[in-house]
C-alpha cells in the first residue's frame, strides 16, 4: 500500500514537473526570440565588433531571457529526477545517466547564465573592462558560447538516455520516446554540419541550433510526459 501510494506521489509530482518545464521553456524562448543579436552572423545592422563598446545599449533588453532560463534549467534537473523515480527497475540505468548528463549541463549552463548577468554588465557600468570581451554573449567565439554549446551538447545526450527509460507499450511513449531519441541525432547532424562547412568559424550558428533543438524537445516532451503521467495517474486510481 505504501509503495502504490508513494508511486502516486511521484506521478503526481511529474505531471506538475512536466508542465512546468514546458511553460518556463516557452517563456524563455519567448524572450530570447527578441534579443536579436548585435553582432554575428545574424546581427541585422549596425553590429557591435570587438571589443564590443556598447554592451550597456542591450542591457537589460538581451539579458531578461537569461534569468528565466535559470529557473528553467532547475525545471529540467527535477523533470529529469522525477523520471528516474517513475520508471521501472529495468530502465533505472537509463535514468541515473540521464541525471548524470542533466547534471553536467544544467552546472555548466547555469555558471555561463550567472555570470553573464551578474557580471558583465556591472563591470561595464564601473569601467572594469579588461577580459569582458572574453566572456560577453555578443562574442561569437567567446566563453559564453563555448559553454552554451557544450551545455546543451550534455542536455541533448541526457534527452537521448531518457529516451530509453520510456516503453513500446502505449502510443504517447512510442512518441516520446522516438522524439528523445532523434533529437541527439540531429544535434549531431547539426554540429558537423556547421563544423564541415565553418570549421572555427562557425561562430553562434552551432549555438542557435542547439538551443532550439533542445528548447523544442522540452516543450513538446514536457507536455507529452504530462499527459502520459496524467494517464498513468488514472490507471493508478482505477
Known sequence: MENNESQKDYLTFGFYASFLLSFLTIVAFGFAMTAIPPSGPYCPGNCMEYPFPDI??????????????????????????????????????????????????????????????????ISVMKGETDGIALITQYNEHGLFI??????????????????????????????????LISQLFLTIVAFIFYAAKFGLERSYLFEVATITI??????????????????RLKLHTT
Open 56 to 121: 550597456l545599449l542591450y542591457y537589460p533588453r538581451d539579458y531578461y531571457w537569461m534569468y528565466i532560463a535559470v529557473f528553467q534549467l532547475f525545471a529540467f534537473v527535477i523533470f529529469i529526477v522525477t523520471n528516474h523515480f517513475t520508471a521501472s527497475v529495468t530502465k533505472k540505468l537509463y535514468t541515473f545517466l540521464s541525471i548524470s548528463f542533466a547534471l553536467i549541463s544544467s552546472t555548466v549552463l547555469l555558471m555561463a547564465y550567472f555570470t553573464q548577468f551578474s557580471v558583465v554588465p
Open 214 to 231: 533542445n528548447w523544442l524537445v522540452l516543450i513538446v516532451v514536457g507536455i507529452l510526459t504530462g499527459l502520459h503521467y496524467r494517464r
Open 146 to 179: 563555448a559553454m552554451e554549446e557544450l551545455g546543451y551538447i550534455a542536455m541533448s545526450i541526457a534527452l537521448f538516455f531518457l529516451g530509453f527509460a520510456f516503453s513500446k507499450n502505449t502510443w504517447l511513449e512510442k512518441i516520446i520516446r522516438i522524439i
